[in-house]
């Protein structure tokens, strides 16, 4: 550790106001990987605890992501590959998984990392006094052995395809946690991993810094320090980012589209743009007699204006989507006709369900009832909100009056969503990369806390999921997943909105920086800044 | 008075139960469990895990006795483990303790010797122009916005001119630096919230001041005094400030227990880790422990407050120490 002179960060400091100091990115000749450098990243949040099996958090899942390895993870063409794992077989009943370990794999403190370690973990996973909220897939686990020191073979009580990928989960190291309480572990505050990043420090509220790993079996990072910091206000993140105070953060529509387009910015930044990993929709709660009826709730599909949503909402940065699964999703099934907007449709269909203006006051009616109904959604999330209310506008067109609560998160669930308290619901769900849905579509998930809150019952699509869970052959579940979101398009249980997009920009001394269906950060230990571009340097 | 002192000591004790058990109550009554917050709505999380969750944490107990468990470990002088990352509530509060009394200190010097001034100003030149424009000035202050003014600023001086850095309390190679390098740092990084947080003061003890002020110049001690013949500022500042500050010390001393309440909006917009968030991201996650333990805190030093300015009161006015002469 070099002592910087105090010129050097003042420059450093004051520079970050001049934005006639443009990077000397035009010069490409010095265009060559080198190490050194440091990668600034902005967070709205501090992480919680650096232990993977009990970060529930997307800063916590960000952080341990770059200190420890999971055996298995996922190819920027969403297929599993081998992490730790060199590789894996599955047994001709598909119930066993043998994996063989990567031999040269040392934690960040040089003890090599074996079997026992895997062990350690999933010890971990299953015992009841840890705090993790991951040991769902593994409580399907009959049986784990370790064969010797790099293989070890899991076998299930009965065929379960996402079981491979919980295999991702970050592996602790035994040798430093065995007898320990992992909740309370100070583990949690200095973690020792086996990824591409060491631990460095933490000043909670404010920093975490990670520092390459030059030992990294996959090959040493070339950026140096990996700097993470919480700044809990966007519109601060974002005058930290026009300031060069961080060098990455992903921006709102909003910024995306008006706030970044001058030349300025587009000389510092390279914005990126993918699909994320999640959706919003609009539920219906089908034990309420408003929406038993599929008429009434295909009416409404029809009624609402998917496209303007996005351009509304999203300013057109995402996607429409017909079904349950994420369009860029294989389970995806394009061949299911989007529902189109049609007000004069919706309204036939109404009528068909008995649903028209007898007193003639604007608002439908059946039977004396008003069709009326309210939508909740949680705070915090404006692009909710924003839709709720155009979704609000067009129903109102078709005499359908819609009233809108927003309720803060944790009320939200307990109170609404788990007791079952609402009409319908404005939420979202973010997906894992593995398309099965039991928990969210299959009917016996419907008790408090549990995902199927909507009620969803169809015995079809019950028997497709449980045989989607089950059955490793990949043509085979495209097909059962294809078919489930035929059949759930068709019931219309919920209108899919949109499928908003990811839009992180990174600043242009970063080469190597590669937009990939899952994001930007697969290939990030080789990135790299140019000798002559590092802002950072000891 | 060791008898007075010990009787006030003693009664603090049901009265500072008496608080815990009203807001332990009170914030349990609010809807919502910590296990909804820490795992949020993943599908990849089972309910038999949150029901696990809510063991450990002994949310499965009855309210009365969660207290009860609560108390005893207080009695023990322990605050307990946060349910966030289950570090010590303790440790999570004292972090966040220099930097938030820091800022407050700063903030409430930079208030007192901006304010006393104008109110001074305010009662000598009552109804001048100046007295209108400081009027105004204090004014606009108390009802600007914090978060509006200070993002205006930090466009103006952190990202335009560039003078100040943006946010944090340190800058990123802070370790390196030397002593006074490290001084410079922070100063500079705490102008804009010292500067945001006196600003919306400034109003109230300007005018109170003012007030004091123009009482105490309407005195017949005042009249006395010019009457001698002093020059006007002997007048001014030997016998009326003299008189005229000892409310605002009252009020500097009421204003004791606010130095550990941050605010979360500025320390929000300037990514401060200060206690208000601390206290604001704890009740949002349900986070009990981190509750409780800073509004035990809080209730402790208003307590000791109250009865350290009682006690001032009792040293100086013989009339209050009632119980002695029976």
């Given at each position: 550790m070099g002592i910087i002179p105090l010129s050097y960060l003042v420059l450093v400091i004051w520079a970050a106001g001049c934005s006639s100091q443009a990077p000397s990115s035009a010069v490409h000749s010095a265009d060559v990987p080198a190490p050194g450098d440091a990668f600034v990243t902005g967070s709205i949040g501090d992480a919680r605890t650096l232990i993977p099996i009990l970060a529930s958090d997307s800063a916590s899942g960000e952080v341990c992501g770059l200190l420890f390895n999971g055996l298995v993870r996922y190819n920027p063409r969403l297929e599993l590959e081998g992490e730790l794992a060199e590789s894996w077989e599955i047994s001709e009943d598909q119930l066993t998984i043998t994996f063989h370990l990567r031999k040269d794999v040392r934690w960040h403190d040089g003890v090599p990392l074996t079997a026992r370690d895997v062990e350690f973990t999933y010890q971990q996973l299953m015992?009841?006094?840890?705090?993790?909220?991951?040991s769902g897939d593994f409580e399907r686990v009959e049986f784990f052995s370790v064969i010797d020191d790099f293989t070890v073979q899991v076998k299930y009580k009965e065929p379960f395809v996402p079981g491979l990928a919980s295999w991702g989960m970050g592996i602790l190291p035994r040798h430093l946690l065995e007898g320990k309480d992992l909740n309370a572990a100070e583990f949690s505050r200095n973690p020792v991993g086996t990824g591409p990043y060491r631990f460095l420090r933490w000043k909670t509220g404010e920093l975490l810094e990670l520092q390459a790993n030059a030992d990294y079996f996959e090959g040493r990072p070339y950026i140096q320090r990996y700097l993470y910091r919480i700044i809990p206000d966007q519109a601060t993140m974002f005058l930290e980012l026009q300031g060069l105070g961080i060098d990455s953060m992903g921006l709102s529509p909003l910024q995306f589209h008006r706030q970044t387009e001058t030349d300025s910015f587009r000389k510092q930044y390279q914005k990126f743009q993918y699909p994320s990993f999640g959706y919003t929709y609009l539920g219906?709660?089908?034990?309420d007699p408003l929406f038993s009826d599929v008429r009434v709730r295909k009416a409404i599909t029809a009624a609402i204006d998917r496209r303007e949503i996005i351009n509304g909402v999203l300013l057109g940065l995402g996607r429409e989507l017909?079904?349950?699964?994420?369009?860029?999703?294989?389970?995806?099934?394009?061949?299911?006709p989007p529902v189109l907007y049609d007000p004069v449709l919706a309204k036939q269909r109404l009528e068909e369900a008995?649903?028209?203006?007898?007193?003639?006051?604007?608002w439908l009616d059946k039977e004396g009832r008003k069709f009326e109904f309210t939508v909740i959604t949680n705070q915090g999330n404006d692009q909710r909100r924003m839709a709720a209310e155009i979704i609000q506008k067009r129903l109102a067109q078709i005499g359908v009056s819609m009233k809108i609560q927003v309720i803060e998160w944790s009320s939200f669930i307990s109170e609404f969503i788990d007791k079952r308290r609402f009409e319908a619901v404005l939420l979202g769900w973010s997906l894992s990369r593995d398309p099965d849905l039991y928990d969210i579509w299959h009917s016996s998930k419907t008790k408090e806390g549990e995902f199927n809150f909507l009620d969803y019952a169809n015995t079809e699509v019950d028997e497709l999921l449980l045989q989607g869970r089950r059955n490793f052959n990949q043509e085979e579940r495209r097909r059962i997943y294809h078919r489930i979101h035929h059949l759930i398009a068709h019931d219309a249980p919920a209108v899919f909105l949109y499928a908003p997009d990811s839009l992180p920009v990174v600043h242009r001394r970063f080469r190597g920086v590669e937009a990939t269906p899952i994001g930007i950060g697969y290939h990030f230990i080789h990135w790299y800044v140019p000798q002559n571009e590092q802002r950072y340097t000891r | 008075m060791v008898q007075y002192l010990a009787r006030r000591l003693l009664s603090l004790i049901p009265l500072l139960i008496g608080i815990t058990l009203i807001t332990f109550f009170v914030i349990h009554l609010a809807p919502g469990r910590p296990t909804d917050v820490l795992t949020?709505?993943?599908?990849?999380?089972s309910l038999q895990a949150r029901d696990r969750l809510a063991k450990i944490y002994g949310l499965d107990q009855p309210l009365p006795a969660q207290y009860l468990q609560w108390l005893s470990r207080m009695g023990k002088l322990d605050f307990g483990r946060s349910?966030?990352?289950?570090?010590s509530v303790w440790d999570k509060i004292a972090e966040r303790i220099p930097v938030t009394l820091m800022i407050n200190l700063l903030a409430m010097a930079l208030v007192f010797v901006v304010a006393v001034p104008l109110g001074v100003f305010g009662a000598v030149r009552q109804g001048s122009f100046w007295d209108h424009w400081i009027t105004l000035f204090v004014f606009v202050g108390f009802a600007t916005p914090t978060f509006w003014l200070a993002l205006l600023l930090m466009q103006w001086l952190g990202i335009q001119l560039g003078w100040l850095p943006l946010s944090g309390i340190v800058s990123l190679d802070f370790e390196r630096m030397n002593f006074w390098e490290k001084v410079i740092d922070v100063s500079r990084h705490l102008t804009l919230p010292v500067f945001i947080s006196a600003f919306g003061g400034l109003a109230g003890i300007s005018r109170y001041m003012k007030t004091s002020m123009s009482e105490i110049l309407r005195q017949d001690f005042i009249r006395t005094a010019r009457a001698k013949g002093l020059s006007e500022r002997q007048v001014l500042y030997k016998h009326a400030l003299r008189n005229a500050l000892l409310p605002i010390v009252t009020i500097l001393g009421l204003s004791v227990p606010g130095l550990l309440g941050g605010s979360v909006i500025f320390e929000s917009i300037f990514a401060i880790p200060g206690l208000g968030r601390l206290f604001y991201d704890g009740v949002m996650a349900r986070d009990y422990p981190v509750v409780m333990g800073i509004l035990t805190i809080g209730a402790v030093l208003t307590l000791l407050g109250n009865l350290l300015a009682d006690l001032g009161y009792a040293w100086v006015d013989p009339r209050i120490r009632v119980g002695e002469k029976g």
């Amino acid at each position: 550790m070099g002592i910087i002179p105090l010129s050097y960060l003042v420059l450093v400091i004051w520079a970050a106001g001049c934005s006639s100091q443009a990077p000397s990115s035009a010069v490409h000749s010095a265009d060559v990987p080198a190490p050194g450098d440091a990668f600034v990243t902005g967070s709205i949040g501090d992480a919680r605890t650096l232990i993977p099996i009990l970060a529930s958090d997307s800063a916590s899942g960000e952080v341990c992501g770059l200190l420890f390895n999971g055996l298995v993870r996922y190819n920027p063409r969403l297929e599993l590959e081998g992490e730790l794992a060199e590789s894996w077989e599955i047994s001709e009943d598909q119930l066993t998984i043998t994996f063989h370990l990567r031999k040269d794999v040392r934690w960040h403190d040089g003890v090599p990392l074996t079997a026992r370690d895997v062990e350690f973990t999933y010890q971990q996973l299953m015992n009841p006094q840890v705090k993790t909220p991951y040991s769902g897939d593994f409580e399907r686990v009959e049986f784990f052995s370790v064969i010797d020191d790099f293989t070890v073979q899991v076998k299930y009580k009965e065929p379960f395809v996402p079981g491979l990928a919980s295999w991702g989960m970050g592996i602790l190291p035994r040798h430093l946690l065995e007898g320990k309480d992992l909740n309370a572990a100070e583990f949690s505050r200095n973690p020792v991993g086996t990824g591409p990043y060491r631990f460095l420090r933490w000043k909670t509220g404010e920093l975490l810094e990670l520092q390459a790993n030059a030992d990294y079996f996959e090959g040493r990072p070339y950026i140096q320090r990996y700097l993470y910091r919480i700044i809990p206000d966007q519109a601060t993140m974002f005058l930290e980012l026009q300031g060069l105070g961080i060098d990455s953060m992903g921006l709102s529509p909003l910024q995306f589209h008006r706030q970044t387009e001058t030349d300025s910015f587009r000389k510092q930044y390279q914005k990126f743009q993918y699909p994320s990993f999640g959706y919003t929709y609009l539920g219906f709660n089908l034990k309420d007699p408003l929406f038993s009826d599929v008429r009434v709730r295909k009416a409404i599909t029809a009624a609402i204006d998917r496209r303007e949503i996005i351009n509304g909402v999203l300013l057109g940065l995402g996607r429409e989507l017909t079904g349950p699964f994420l369009p860029d999703s294989w389970a995806y099934d394009s061949a299911v006709p989007p529902v189109l907007y049609d007000p004069v449709l919706a309204k036939q269909r109404l009528e068909e369900a008995g649903w028209s203006d007898h007193d003639q006051d604007g608002w439908l009616d059946k039977e004396g009832r008003k069709f009326e109904f309210t939508v909740i959604t949680n705070q915090g999330n404006d692009q909710r909100r924003m839709a709720a209310e155009i979704i609000q506008k067009r129903l109102a067109q078709i005499g359908v009056s819609m009233k809108i609560q927003v309720i803060e998160w944790s009320s939200f669930i307990s109170e609404f969503i788990d007791k079952r308290r609402f009409e319908a619901v404005l939420l979202g769900w973010s997906l894992s990369r593995d398309p099965d849905l039991y928990d969210i579509w299959h009917s016996s998930k419907t008790k408090e806390g549990e995902f199927n809150f909507l009620d969803y019952a169809n015995t079809e699509v019950d028997e497709l999921l449980l045989q989607g869970r089950r059955n490793f052959n990949q043509e085979e579940r495209r097909r059962i997943y294809h078919r489930i979101h035929h059949l759930i398009a068709h019931d219309a249980p919920a209108v899919f909105l949109y499928a908003p997009d990811s839009l992180p920009v990174v600043h242009r001394r970063f080469r190597g920086v590669e937009a990939t269906p899952i994001g930007i950060g697969y290939h990030f230990i080789h990135w790299y800044v140019p000798q002559n571009e590092q802002r950072y340097t000891r | 008075m060791v008898q007075y002192l010990a009787r006030r000591l003693l009664s603090l004790i049901p009265l500072l139960i008496g608080i815990t058990l009203i807001t332990f109550f009170v914030i349990h009554l609010a809807p919502g469990r910590p296990t909804d917050v820490l795992t949020d709505l993943n599908p990849k999380i089972s309910l038999q895990a949150r029901d696990r969750l809510a063991k450990i944490y002994g949310l499965d107990q009855p309210l009365p006795a969660q207290y009860l468990q609560w108390l005893s470990r207080m009695g023990k002088l322990d605050f307990g483990r946060s349910f966030v990352d289950d570090r010590s509530v303790w440790d999570k509060i004292a972090e966040r303790i220099p930097v938030t009394l820091m800022i407050n200190l700063l903030a409430m010097a930079l208030v007192f010797v901006v304010a006393v001034p104008l109110g001074v100003f305010g009662a000598v030149r009552q109804g001048s122009f100046w007295d209108h424009w400081i009027t105004l000035f204090v004014f606009v202050g108390f009802a600007t916005p914090t978060f509006w003014l200070a993002l205006l600023l930090m466009q103006w001086l952190g990202i335009q001119l560039g003078w100040l850095p943006l946010s944090g309390i340190v800058s990123l190679d802070f370790e390196r630096m030397n002593f006074w390098e490290k001084v410079i740092d922070v100063s500079r990084h705490l102008t804009l919230p010292v500067f945001i947080s006196a600003f919306g003061g400034l109003a109230g003890i300007s005018r109170y001041m003012k007030t004091s002020m123009s009482e105490i110049l309407r005195q017949d001690f005042i009249r006395t005094a010019r009457a001698k013949g002093l020059s006007e500022r002997q007048v001014l500042y030997k016998h009326a400030l003299r008189n005229a500050l000892l409310p605002i010390v009252t009020i500097l001393g009421l204003s004791v227990p606010g130095l550990l309440g941050g605010s979360v909006i500025f320390e929000s917009i300037f990514a401060i880790p200060g206690l208000g968030r601390l206290f604001y991201d704890g009740v949002m996650a349900r986070d009990y422990p981190v509750v409780m333990g800073i509004l035990t805190i809080g209730a402790v030093l208003t307590l000791l407050g109250n009865l350290l300015a009682d006690l001032g009161y009792a040293w100086v006015d013989p009339r209050i120490r009632v119980g002695e002469k029976g």
